[in-house]
């Protein structure tokens, strides 16, 4: 059984850095394109950030300068640094992974709230 569980989430003062924390069970992480993906109330699921097998990065134009992406295979684990965070990125952050040969393999986290607000 897949299991992707998320960590790291909570409510942060306007700049304020934060950490997420998704570990992986029940799948090889190297072989899986693993990101992170943000959803706001009333609004679309929408990707952060992605990193591909060989280490490619992929960011949302909103991500790209403020997040950071980065896995550790070892562990089956993506994590995302968000620095000078804002009140738009307020949202449920979902980590995914998608089988790089097999893209119909795919797998989603719970979420964890992330909540930027004065």
């Known amino acids: 059984q897949v299991q992707l569980v998320e960590s790291g989430g909570g409510l942060v003062q306007p700049g304020s850095s934060l950490r997420l924390s998704c570990t992986a069970s029940?799948?090889?992480?190297?072989?899986?394109?693993m990101g992170w993906y943000r959803q706001a109330p009333g609004l679309q699921r929408e990707l952060v950030a992605r990193?591909?097998?060989?280490?490619?990065?992929i960011y949302s134009d909103s991500a790209k300068g403020r997040f950071t992406i980065s896995r550790d295979n070892a562990k089956s684990a993506v994590y995302l640094e968000m620095s000078n965070l804002k009140p738009e990125d307020t949202a449920v952050y979902y980590c995914?992974?998608?089988?790089?040969?097999?893209?119909?393999?795919?797998?989603w986290g719970q979420g964890t709230q992330v909540t930027v607000s004065s």
């Open positions: 995914n992974a998608v089988a790089i040969l097999d893209s119909s393999r795919q797998y």
């Open positions: 990193t591909l097998g060989n280490g490619g990065t």
């Open positions: 029940g799948i090889i992480a190297s072989l899986y394109v």
